[in-house]
């Protein structure tokens, strides 16, 4: 898998992430379905999207990633 697949499989992942049915600060909650329609919408740019996104996208995954928790 290249990097450009990772990355577009990242975002989804974060997508599904934003809309499940999980405990969010009501400050988030107002933005998460919008950031994740946009996510899922922009996914298949992979490494085209803005670095910015992508560190946004890496962020949220990170402790759902975490194998050591």
Do not use: C, H
């Amino acid at each position: 898998m290249n990097t450009s697949e990772r990355i577009t499989l990242d975002f989804l992942q974060a997508a599904g992430l934003l809309e499940a049915d999980l405990v969010w600060s009501n400050d988030f909650n107002s933005i998460r379905l919008p950031l994740a329609k946009y996510l899922r919408v922009v996914a298949g740019l992979g490494s085209a999207n803005n670095p910015a996104l992508i560190d946004l996208v890496q962020n949220l995954l990170e402790e759902e990633n975490d194998l050591s928790v």
